[in-house]
């Protein structure tokens, strides 16, 4: 298909505007809210897991997904392409430790992500992706929380939040978040903010959390062992939700 | 004839406290005749660290821009220097890529880390990385410069010393290789400073 199209399907509107890329953002604005909060000693990122029926065996549903050691990503919008930017992330957290057989830096690999993303608004025959990432990562400059657009564009936050209930989240995490939290607070808070906008009820099966915390420490022989990035296990989130109720 | 014998040269590196030496030989040989005397084979990656690229000089040269070039990039990328660990890596994979066509080079790594720890190793030509906490020696000269080394080397060398124990170790080696010689190049890595010496050695 894309060799049908030899050019590019996302164009400029009169007033210099991307318009695929505003659809994109709307695709993205009508998914389930995500949260990502940077504290000194480490990052936390969460989600809804929105089941469309009582049916679905929401066990197996990964939205919090793994990119290589010290880097986790969580995402707003269409589930399917994001499963293919996982699958592209976690390819260039690969290559990049074929070269250098150490873990990449989350900035480098968040630039590999958005110029991927930015690749499908200029290519032929291809459309943007619907969804906003918000990657978490912790190299030896620390905690960085990144969020990347549809249009590949990035920046990094201290909190964020993107999706349907981003607005009054963001407010939300104004009022509360300050530059001293602790991790163990920022997941208290994250949970109280995805509160905020809950459609149902919340368990330990309907929202999914990933942490990433630790120190940087060197092996004898000199080599860096980063901190590595987890999600929570549903007994672990039942005993945060315990402590919120 | 061997290709790897074609210009010939030395490199030898070796760990000291809190420093790190590499030396070479300075002769551009076609064979048996000798076409240049400042022909050194070390070139400085980053400002602590350094590489050596003993054997086709072709080779040396085009690797020795690769690098450049790889190095430089990286800085852009990551805003920050390669250490010496990374780079022996780097320099791994770039000689694996041409596994059946190689670069005819044996090159050896040597630098202080941000910890300002001594790092040195060396690798074959097609990427096999032999981390050594002793010296490392590459280029046809080899055998005699593990005999000179394994004699001379002690740990713990301060700088001075260190550089009196390479330079004792280059000459008389490269004195045993006809392919090898014509003056010599050592650079001491320390914290604080990088000193790079030229030695005059038996001109033949």
Known sequence: MADRYSFSLTTFSPSGKLVQIEYALSAVNSGVTSIGIKATNGIVIATEKKAVSTLIDDSSLEKVAIICSNVGMVYSGMGPDYRVLVNKARKAAQAYKRVYMEEPPTAILVKEIASVMQEFTQSGGVRPFGVSLLIAGFDEKGPMLYQVDPSGSYWPWKATAIGKNMVNAKTFLEKRYNEDIELEDAIHTAILTLKEGFEGQMTENTIEIGIITGAVSTKDDGAVVLPEFRKLSPSEVKDYLANIA | ?204
Not at chain 2, 68 to 90: D, G, Q
Not at chain 2, 143 to 172: A, R, V
Request: with cysteine; proline share 5%; hydrophobic share 40%.
């Open chain 2, 1 to 204: 004839m061997s290709i790897m014998e074609y210009n010939g040269g030395a490199v030898v590196a070796m760990v000291g406290k809190n420093c790190v030496a590499i030396a070479c030989d300075k002769r551009l040989g076609v064979q048996a005749m000798t076409i240049s005397t400042e022909f050194p084979k070390t070139f400085q990656a980053t400002p602590k660290t350094y590489i050596g690229l003993p054997g086709l000089a072709t080779d040396v040269q085009t690797l020795a821009e690769k690098f450049r070039f790889k190095v430089n990039m990286y800085k852009l990328k990551e805003e920050r220097e390669i250490e010496p660990r990374t780079l022996a890596h780097l320099v791994s994979s770039t000689l694996y890529e041409r596994r059946f066509g190689p670069w005819f080079v044996e090159p050896v790594v040597a630098g202080l880390d941000k910890e300002n720890r001594p790092f040195i190793c060396s690798t074959d030509l097609i990427g096999c990385i032999n981390f050594a906490k002793d010296f490392v020696v590459s280029g046809t000269t080899s055998n005699q410069l593990y005999g000179m080394c394994e004699s001379l080397w002690e740990p713990d060398l301060e700088p001075e010393d260190l550089f009196e124990t390479i330079s004792q170790s280059l000459m008389n080696a490269v004195d045993r290789d006809c392919l090898s010689g014509w003056g010599a190049q050592v650079t001491i890595i320390t914290p604080d400073q990088v000193i790079t010496r030229t030695l005059k050695s038996r001109q033949d």
